[in-house]
């Protein structure tokens, strides 16, 4: 089996990796801003599918179908983003001879709709969050949206049907902001995902998100992981997971996952998914969504299980039966803890912060896995997500992975842009964190109320050692007979000012 | 040779020289001189034993970024923005000109595309009101009026590229 990755960044890699691990060759796509990025770099052959634009290259089926059959691929893998929940996509792959490494596209289609894995789950016997019977197409009328608001109860969340990620959705607690809101959704909607279609839930207070992977073979076999905590969330996108969550009980454990392999088995699912709850105060959980495709945050349940779940999808497209012990799979083995690394600025609001990566010092030692898409050298593009890598700490408490953690933040260094690496540093020290006491609105409502004030914290000795080096680089530099450093340039002004305005209350 | 080094805001002058061996250094800051032993590691990395501190070590990485003339500083995994003869440059920004006519432009901290335009010129707005939504690495961001006032100006319309730094807006 030749696998082509449909994907690039970090996931690509690590694609990569498990194909070389089975003995696969592999096939990379790449747009024109990727030419030089490591995933290119690391498979076994690569073709050019297009633009910068991710509709000009990595969202265009027809190029990526030319590519599996110019290069004798017979698998894809769709990594997640992206084609990885486009039915369309799974489809016209198994149409052209491949092997989709992932679900059925009726499957995809099915639970890539919100409104109908709903009501998957409603069938399964599963609890839902209140909310819209029925979807509103784009041309659907705010006031009949707003009808169905009444009904549902604010406070509420507007979200994209095909939505995920956090894109397409708001908040809306009271009745004037609705139309605002629909608007905002349906236009981000529009442009990430192409499908402008929203509907209505109402928001559970101080919600716990935690989800449960799962795998499917193709003999029946559906068999649930420990759970995923995924609370530590800044505008509905995940930052940090962990595995096992600190407010999962074994009893729950059992209980959530038994209801998420039901809904499940109840559409025939096969290959990796995550089916993905709200735990609210009171211990009741309800079905939110189904992630039909390979999550960010898989290393976490790897690590505590020690299986290799892109090895397991790509066992499953193969035909091969699951051989898991279900018990081993819901019995975490020590404490797993994923942040991921973004290029965007904490300090400016978590602006992205594209550019060139002049060196990388990525962490590693004992219990760190570090799941990079990037090296020295490489631009960071505007087009895609502003995901680096993800930095894993494994240790067999939770309090040992938070100080391994912590510690390999502090050696994690991507030289020449800013990334979100300061803003972990910060948050490992949290009282809140620390203790697990948070929920999905936690890190929102904290970050609001420290006034956009820095998240890098020196020491005055620090600070002085810093401007000894600066001064020892130019020194350095000018005796080498290079350039003064001087000579660099002024600050923008307009950098300057977009700074100013940051720090601005 | 002394430099004039902008820290986080803040200009500090740091007098370097030769201490007689290869790699060591007298360096003053803040009236105090230290012995430093400074060793270059790979690109953009100076490591530093303190003769004054039991030779304790430390190491920095100093890397341009993608805006000219500035900097990142790495230590223990925090970057904070350095430039080196900062202040006389600073002097001669057009940042302080044009707080002198009260005005206060607006840029686009990210290149991306402009999804909305907000305000238009004449309207009135209050600090922190959004302005223009600007879509880049998959979100859209709004940015916000730094201070009430009125805008002057709008430079861009929805469906506009925009690279770092252009002016979208000008509030007075």
Redesign the interface.
Known sequence: MKVLIANRGEIAVRIIRACRELGLPTVAVYSDCDRDARHVRDADQAVHVGGGPATDSYLRIDRLLDAARRTGADAVHPGYGFLAENATFARACLDAGLTFIGPSPDVIAMMGSKTAAREAAIRAGVPVVPGSDRPFAADVPTDVIARDAERVGYPLVVKAVAGGGG?GMRQVDRAEDLPSAIR?AR??AG??FGDSTIYLERRIVRPRHIEIQLLGDHHGTVLPFVERECSIQRRHQKVVEESPSLAVTPDLRERMANAAASVARSVGYTNAGTIEFLLAEDGAFYFLEMNTRLQVEHPVTEMVTSRDLVHWQIRIAQGEPLTIDPAQALTPQGHAIECRIY?EDPD?GF??????I??V?AASGPGIRNDGGIAAGYTVP?????MLAKLIAWAGTRVDAVARMTRA?????V?????T??FF?WLMQQPEFLEGRFDTTYLDALLASRNGQSF???TKE???????????????Q?SAGGAP??A??????????????AR?P | ?T?E????GRT?L???ERAGAPGR?R?T??GVT?V?D?Q?F???G?S?L?GDDHDAT?A???????????????????????????S???R????AA?AAHGD????A????RV??VLVAPGDEVA??QGLVVV???????EL?S??PGRVKDVLVAAGTSVEA?R?LVVVE
């Open positions: 894109k905002t236009s981000e442009s990430a290029a400016q602006l992205p912060s594209p550019g060139l002049r060196g010092r505007v087009f895609y997500d502003s933040l502090s050696e994690y260094e030289l020449g842009i800013r990334t690496i300061p540093l890098i914290a020196l620090e600070e002085d050692r810093i401007a000894i080096a600066a001064a020892l680089n130019a020194w350095m000018a450093a001087s660099a340039g002024p600050v923008s002004a307009w950098k300057a000012a977009a700074r100013r305005e601005q | 040779m430099f080094i902008d820290l986080g500090r740091v007098a370097v250094f360096v800051l803040d230290r430093v400074a270059r790979g690109a953009y100076v530093m303190f430390t920095v990485q100093i890397a341009p970024t993608a805006l000219r003339g500035e900097m990142l500083a790495h230590l223990g995994g925090r970057a904070v923005p350095v430039s080196v003869n900062a006389r440059t600073r001669s920004g057009g940042d044009g206060h432009t607006v840029v901290p990210m290149p991306g999804v909305r600090a922190r879509e880049a690495m998959k979100m859209e961001n916000r730094p201070r730094g002016v």
